[in-house]
């Protein structure tokens, strides 16, 4: 079929939009604006959302260490859940806070075969800070503990920064960059970086 419906017409396997940045920068705000600006249908999955589906009490049910391993195995569930909606044929929007090494390298290994565009999503301190405070449902200190690892890898595709801009201002940066048609590198150049070629 000819026609409108050819925007739709797409490869097998979906593309993955992936966000990453602290807690309170701004991740969801962005993913919502951008969602009705792309040439797809996308779906916005947010490493919150996953976390949601749970009790919130676990975390004093089990004490930290046991509620630790509860995280590790609830991200890299994630992980898994956004590859398999984008190698069923879905495009993403995947909102992370990729402050651990080894989820980045998990990400790495499981999105190889996938169109990624990796997105920085950075906030100054300060206004972490005030953000934080002023959303009154996130832990003092988190974004700031955040703040010195989740971009510590270096590269991206694309930087948004939302101490200057807006969410509405970022995703019309990031639908942009998709309508170019440019595919991301940071994958790739990352995962040549740690396997030394």
Known sequence: MTGPHDVFSHPPHGRIILL????????????????????????????????????????????????????????????????????????????????????????????????????????????LRRRELARRDREPGRAEHHFPRVHAHGRYDLECDTGRFSSHECARRIAARISEGTPGTAFEELRAAESGD
Request: proline share 7%; aromatic share 8%; charged share 25%.
């Open 20 to 127: 990453n940045g602290t807690s309170s920068s701004g991740k969801t705000g962005i993913a919502r604006a951008l969602l009705p600006l792309l040439d797809r249908p996308h779906f916005h999955m947010p490493v919150d959302g996953i976390n949601a589906m749970r009790a919130d009490d676990w975390a004093e049910r089990l004490g930290p260490e046991r509620f630790s391993e509860v995280l590790e195995r609830t991200v890299l569930g994630f992980h898994r859940a956004v590859a398999g909606m984008a190698l069923a044929g879905n495009d993403v929007v995947m909102d992370h806070v990729l402050r651990e090494p080894h989820w980045l390298t998990d990400c790495l290994r499981l999105f190889a075969p996938l169109d990624v565009l990796f997105v920085k999503v950075y906030c100054p301190l300060p206004e």
